[in-house]
């Protein structure tokens, strides 16, 4: 009862985190009992972190027999815990009595699609929960079909993660529909899936009739040419969109041609991550074509991939016609910090361009700029600059 006696005597502790910590079934009830008996004193703690340890289901109804009544705790992860369907209907069983829960990370799990069945059910008449990641469970397209299905008439969950858990065709079909009639979902992450070309169509369908989900990610689905166009028809049309994340795809210089087009004529997406596609000069020019009258981030920074040779040529002529707008300089010292991370072979000439570009704007910031010849010197100013912005 150590951690009941130091929780009672704080009246100031916010977040507990336990991550990491081995605690099995046994080590959860102790848990349970202790927050229990310390939380009936302390009200101050809102997040409960219990991530990455093996408290599998019969540990978790400790937890939720505690958390059903608990109003103080906010958010709760549970990521990689070994919990199975069968948990999966105790977790509903909390979503169900409790009103109080907004953030729920369920993460690395075994849930699968009928542990999935219950989540989605328990949703329907949950209130609060506005955060919910259910990535790499497991859940295929019939956990992708009760959740779609659920969110048709939930109005509260904003943000949903689904990274990883094989949902294809079907499940992105489910989901689509949820997008045409949902109008509380702004974040929604597919990403590490197999929704191919058919799916990123039925996502964009879905787009067509939505005006409030702000970030998609469909990065790494097996998209082609077909399915970028799909999504390329959309973006004239959706005007709430600001994230779209397609990298990690076989996109072509013509499905970048395509995107290019609709960018010029999209005013609401502000950052178009691309990164590790296959695409390459042609696509390049064509994105700095469409960037000329727009204030659009693009992320081409793959690493590594079959484009990187393009970009040591190209990224100098990216960055001119980028920084030729207006920049807030937080996004400056990102970008510059992201090349200089990653392509410091050529890192020296792109800043040395960009940094006199904005000379007068960071000189009235405060900042002194130092004649750029050595790469040390661009290291110093990003330094500088960390500083200053207290990054």
Known sequence: MVLAKALK????????????????????????????????????????????????????????????????????????????????????????????????????????????????????????????????NYIEDAGACYLGNSLMFNKFLTTLDLKGNRIGVEGAR????TLKNNRSLTTLSLSRNKIENDGARKISNGLLKNNTLTTLDLADNFIRSDGVRGLAG????????????????????????????????????????ISDCTFGTSGIHALNFALKNNHFLVDLDSGVGQHEKYLDNNQLELARIYFGTQIQLTDLYRLLKCHTCRYRRTSTSLLYHILHKKQNELKLAGYDLPPLGKEN?????LQKMSNKLKL
Do not use: M, Q, W
């Not at 336990?18 to 004193?41: F, Q, Y």
């Not at 009544?69 to 990521?79: A, C, E, P």
């Not at 049309?237 to 600001?242: E, G, P, V």
């Not at 010197?377 to 100013?381: K, W």
């Open 234 to 273: 959309v973006l004239p049309f959706n005007h709430s969109l600001a994230t779209l994340d397609i990298g990690c795809n076989d996109i072509d210089d013509c499905a970048v041609d395509l995107l290019a087009t609709a960018l010029k004529e999209n005013a609401s997406l502000s950052s178009l991550i």
């Open 174 to 177: 489910y989901l689509a529909d």
């Open 377 to 381: 010197d661009v290291d110093l100013i």
């Open 9 to 136: 005597e704080n009246a100031s502790l916010t977040s507990l985190h336990l991550s990491g910590n081995s605690i099995g079934t046994d080590e959860a009830k102790i848990v349970a009992d202790s927050l229990k008996v310390s939380l009936e004193v302390n009200t101050t703690l809102t997040t409960l972190d219990l991530s990455d340890n093996r408290i599998g289901d019969d540990g978790i109804i400790e937890l939720i027999n505690f958390l059903k009544f608990n109003k103080s705790i906010k958010t709760v992860n549970l990521s990689n815990n070994k919990i199975s369907a069968r948990g999966g209907k105790y977790i509903a069983e909390l979503l169900k009595e409790n009103h109080f829960l907004t953030t729920l990370f369920l993460d690395h799990n075994h849930i699968r699609h009928f542990g999935t069945a219950d989540i989605a059910s328990a949703l329907l008449t949950n209130s609060s929960l506005t955060t919910f990641h259910l990535s790499d």
